[in-house]
């Protein structure tokens, strides 16, 4: 296996990432697991692990995953029947991971969060010394929020509470040096080009503007949180003097050009 050379380290010297993967990564549009998709990341992951960088995985996928397992072809509105999914897809997406990791010879370990634990100093030390521990093993942590007793993410009302934000606020927490976002769009563009087919892509946002904020519409098929989330999490970790590039997960690899430092997605980067 072939690794990433640390002199081509972007310039910003990253050594910690957040790695955060959407429902539209794991699941295609007919609710199929995207296998393949999933493998790559897998040896994507392990390879920088490998070449010296420490990866923490955040993760959604388990109610995406659970449909497909349950043979259900909605996601229901109804928020146990939600959580309960994602009871169900939680541990078969972990079995993924696991399965799809081993390959590699690369170890890794669940971490589910309420977002009462980053208001929680004892519980958020907690977590933080468990990861720190698992990095240290060169263990790669996969975080999801544990959805069967957060109802936050479930509720469709609420625009926060999306794994968006908690991997934004991750990267901050475990003081990770940026957050990569794999959805299923390579770029943010100027409108949902689903929606508009003259959207341009933007490849550097240096403030999030409310003209941006507008562009963010809907989300992907299986997917709770848009674009616009993805701009509030780049917003705060902007805020923290922190990075985020938004690219394809289509094909996980391109997280090596990132850290590179090739020009690829959206770069979001205070001035
Ligand atoms: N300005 C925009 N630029 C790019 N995508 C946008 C924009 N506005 C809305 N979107 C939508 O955001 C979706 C990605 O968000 P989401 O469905 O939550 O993905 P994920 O499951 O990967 O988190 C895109 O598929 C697209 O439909
Ligand atoms: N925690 C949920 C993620 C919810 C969700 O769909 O998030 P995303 O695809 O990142 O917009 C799950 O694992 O299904």
New binding site residues.
Partial sequence: MSVVSKEHRNDNNWRRLVIKV????IVDAKGEIKYPVINRLSQTLTQLQKSGYEVILVT?GAIGVALQQMKISQRPADIPEQQALAAIGQSYLMAIYNQSFAFYQQHVGQVLLTYDVFDNKLMLQHTIDAVDVMLAQRVIPIINENDVIAVDELDHQHSFGDN?RLAAIVTHETQADSMIVL???DA???????VDPT?QPISLVSSITQELLD??????T??????L??LKAAEYLMQQQRQMVLIN?ANPATILDVVQGKQVGTLFKGE
């Fill in positions: 959407g429902t539209s990564t959604s968006d959805s299923d769009i943010l563009y100027t409108a949902n080009p689903f959207a562009s963010a519409t809907g989300s992907s299986l997917g709770t949180g848009g674009m989330t993805k997960g």
